[in-house]
């Protein structure tokens, strides 16, 4: 059975720092790219950050370039997203995804596994 567990959410204030983690079980996704979705209360769920699974492509939503960073460890089974500079408006449950494709998940396409998510609360 294949899971994704998040983890690493939480409050911070502007400015602070946070890195999520979204550790794979039940098959080796080395293969897949893996990515980041955000969904703000009342708000639509929004594509953040994927990266493939060779780490050679990736892709960020606008909104977070230069702030946020995907990474992942195959030998883990993990994605990684740290996040630099923290706004109000990044407060949101974080969810992770696993897909073929990291052009799939830019454009807000269908997900093979998601997590459940993890809340990042930024205060001003």
């Known amino acids: 059975q294949v899971q994704l567990v998040e983890s690493g959410g939480g409050l911070v204030q502007a400015g602070a720092s946070l890195r999520l983690s979204c550790a794979a079980s039940g098959r080796t996704f080395s293969s897949y790219a893996m990515g980041w979705f955000r969904q703000a209360p009342g708000k639509e769920r929004e594509f953040v950050a994927a990266i493939s699974g060779t780490g050679l492509i990736i892709y960020y939503a606008d909104s977070v370039k230069g702030r946020f960073t995907i990474s992942r460890d195959n030998a883990r089974n993990t994605v990684y997203l740290q996040m630099n500079s923290l706004k109000p408006g990044d407060t949101a449950v974080y969810s992770c995804?696993?897909?073929?494709?990291?052009?799939?998940?830019?454009?807000?396409?269908?997900?093979?596994?998601w997590g459940k998510g993890t809340l990042v609360t930024v205060s001003s």
């Open positions: 995804a696993v897909e073929t494709s990291a052009l799939t998940m830019k454009n807000n396409g269908v997900m093979s596994y």
